[in-house]
C-alpha cells in the first residue's frame, strides 16, 4: 500500500444549491445540481473510478453506522445499526424509471450518497429493478459494517461491483477514525467483508484511506496491507 495524504474536508452549501467539488476519495456527494426533478438521484456526475456515476441516495442526509473523522459530508446526524425502508422504494423505483426513459446515459448506476444505503432493507430489490430495466451496471458503495449479516452479503451479491472500506487495523484505530455504533467492531467488519468475497463473484474493491500522523506509518501501512490481502479485493483504492 502506498501512502496517501488525506485532503480534508472541501466547503459544502447543497441547502443552497451551490455545486461543491468532491475530493477524489468521495465522489459520489449528493449534490442534485441540474437534477431537481428527481429527490433520490443525483447525477451523473463524474467519478475516477467509475467514470460517469448515477447516483441513487437509499438514506436520509448523514444516517450511517459510522461518524467517520474524514467524511466530507459532516458529523452523523444519525447514527445507527437499525435496518429499515428509510425512503420509499416505490419512489425510487419511479425516479430510476423515469431517468432511464428521458436520459438514461452512464457508465454505471451507484448506490451511495449521504448515508450507509445497506441499512435501507429493499436495497437488493432495487439492484434487481435496475438490472432488469438496463445493461448499465450497478455499483454499491458501503462502509462494510453490515456485511457480517447473511442478508445484506445476500443483497450485495446482486451488484456488479462492491466498493468497501478499510482504514484500520486494530479496534483502538477503528474506534478512533471511525466513531461506530456500539455494536460495530473491526473484528464484525473483516469478518463480513471476508465473508463476502467467498459468496460474492463480481468486483470487489476496497478502499484505503491513510490519515497522517493517525494511521500512517510504516507499521500502520504494512498492518492494513496484511488485513487487505486476507480480503483477497480486485482492486485497493486510495
Not at 445540481?33 to 443525483?42: D, I, K
Request: charged share 25%.
Amino acid at each position: 500500500l502506498n501512502r496517501r495524504r488525506s485532503r480534508g474536508r472541501p466547503e459544502t452549501n447543497t441547502a443552497a444549491g451551490k455545486r461543491t467539488t468532491a475530493p477524489p476519495c468521495l465522489p459520489f456527494v449528493a449534490m442534485k445540481t441540474g437534477m431537481n426533478r428527481y429527490r433520490y438521484l443525483f447525477g451523473p456526475v463524474p467519478s475516477r473510478r467509475l467514470g460517469w456515476s448515477l447516483g441513487v441516495d437509499l438514506t436520509p442526509f448523514k444516517t450511517c453506522t459510522l461518524d467517520c473523522v474524514f467524511c466530507q459530508l459532516g458529523r452523523t446526524t444519525v447514527k445507527t445499526m437499525e435496518r429499515r425502508e428509510y425512503v420509499p422504494t416505490q419512489s425510487v423505483k419511479r425516479e430510476i424509471e423515469d431517468w432511464l426513459k428521458t436520459d438514461g446515459k452512464a457508465d454505471f448506476i451507484t448506490l451511495a450518497g449521504s448515508g450507509e444505503p445497506t441499512l435501507h432493507t429493499r436495497f437488493a430489490e432495487i439492484i434487481d429493478f435496475i438490472h432488469a430495466r438496463s445493461a448499465i451496471p450497478v455499483a454499491l458503495m458501503t462502509n462494510g459494517t453490515t456485511l457480517f449479516l447473511p442478508e445484506v452479503r445476500a443483497g450485495a451479491c446482486r451488484a456488479d461491483l462492491v466498493k468497501v472500506t478499510l482504514t484500520a487495523w486494530n479496534e483502538k484505530l477503528f474506534d478512533f477514525i471511525h466513531r461506530p455504533c456500539q455494536e460495530v467492531t473491526l473484528r464484525r467488519l473483516l469478518e463480513g467483508e471476508r465473508q463476502l468475497r467467498q459468496e460474492f463473484h463480481g468486483q470487489l474493491w476496497v478502499e484505503v484511506f491513510l490519515l497522517r500522523g493517525i494511521n500512517s506509518t510504516a507499521d500502520d501501512v504494512r498492518s492494513i496491507a496484511r488485513l487487505v490481502r486476507a480480503i483477497k479485493p480486485n482492486r485497493v483504492q486510495f
